[in-house]
T-cell receptor, first 112, second 117 residues
Framework: DAKTTQPPSMDCAEGRAANLPCNHS???????VYWYRQIHSQGPQYIIH???NNETNEMASLIITEDRKSSTLILPHATLRDTAVYYC?????????????FGKGTKLSVIP | KAGVTQTPRYLIKTRGQQVTLSCSPI?????VSWYQQTPGQGLQFLFE???????NKGNFPGRFSGRQFSNSRSEMNVSTLELGDSALYLC????????????????FGPGTRLLVL
C-alpha cells in the first residue's frame, strides 16, 4: 500500500472549514483513499473514502486531485467535537491488502 | 444498527497471565480485524478473520492469537503477558467478501484498554 504524508498538527477556528491535506504520491490506480478520525482514547471513526472522484457525505467532503497524488478532507463547519487525530490511509485491493495501515495522522484542534 | 461492541472495556492483569478479549461485529459483517494501539507504535494490525478462518496476519509474536465463531463474533487471546502488551486493543468489522479488498469499509469498536502490571 502507498505511504501517506500528513502535517502533524493543524488549528481551525470553530465554525470555519477545516481542510486537512494528505500526500500519497505513490498511490496505485486501484488503491483507495480512506479517512478516519480518532477522538482521544476512543476507537477510530470512519469518515469517508474515495478512488478518484470527489466524494461527500454527511460528515465531510473528500477532494482527490486529478493525478491522485494528494487529497484534502474538508469538514465544512468545524465544531469543538471535531477535535481529533485524523488519519489518511491508502488501501489496496485483494485479500492480502485488507488491513488498514495507520500513520501518525494530523492532530486537528478546533479553537473556540 | 448496533455498532461493534467489545468486552471488557478495561482490564488489569499481571505479567505472565493470559487474557481473552471479545468482539461482537456489526450484524451481517463477516470479517473481524484486531489492532493494537500504543503511544510508541501507534495503531498496528494484529490479524483478520473471515468465515472462522484467519485471512490476514500482522507481525506479532505467537503469544497473540485469535479465533472467530460461526456467528462472526471473535476473541483475541494474549498469553504470557508482558509489560509492553499494555495497550488499547481495537476490533473492527466489515461486510467483506472472500476476495477482500479496499472497498470494504472497516468500522471500529470502542476498544479494550489493557494494563499489564
Amino acid at each position: 500500500d502507498a505511504k501517506t504524508t500528513q502535517p502533524p498538527s493543524m488549528d481551525c477556528a470553530e465554525g470555519r472549514a477545516a481542510n486537512l491535506p494528505c500526500n500519497h504520491s505513490t498511490i496505485s490506480g486501484n488503491e483507495y483513499v480512506y479517512w478516519y478520525r480518532q477522538i482521544h482514547s476512543q476507537g477510530p471513526q470512519y469518515i469517508i473514502h474515495g478512488l478518484k472522484n470527489n466524494e461527500t457525505n454527511e460528515m465531510a467532503s473528500l477532494i482527490i486531485t486529478e493525478d491522485r497524488k494528494s487529497s484534502t478532507l474538508i469538514l465544512p463547519h468545524a465544531t469543538l467535537r471535531d477535535t481529533a487525530v485524523y488519519y489518511c490511509i491508502v488501501r489496496g485491493v485483494g485479500a492480502g491488502s485488507y488491513q488498514l495501515t495507520f500513520g501518525k495522522g494530523t492532530k486537528l484542534s478546533v479553537i473556540p | 444498527k448496533a455498532g461493534v461492541t467489545q468486552t471488557p472495556r478495561y482490564l488489569i492483569k499481571t505479567r505472565g497471565q493470559q487474557v481473552t478479549l471479545s468482539c461482537s461485529p456489526i450484524s451481517g459483517h463477516r470479517s473481524v480485524s484486531w489492532y493494537q494501539q500504543t503511544p510508541g507504535q501507534g495503531l498496528q494490525f494484529l490479524f483478520e478473520y473471515f468465515s472462522e478462518t484467519q485471512r490476514n496476519k500482522g507481525n506479532f509474536p505467537g503469544r497473540f492469537s485469535g479465533r472467530q465463531f460461526s456467528n462472526s463474533r471473535s476473541e483475541m487471546n494474549v498469553s504470557t503477558l508482558e509489560l509492553g502488551d499494555s495497550a488499547l486493543y481495537l476490533c473492527a468489522s466489515s461486510f467483506s467478501v472472500p476476495e477482500g479488498g479496499a472497498r470494504e469499509t472497516q468500522y471500529f469498536g470502542p476498544g479494550t484498554r489493557l494494563l499489564v502490571l
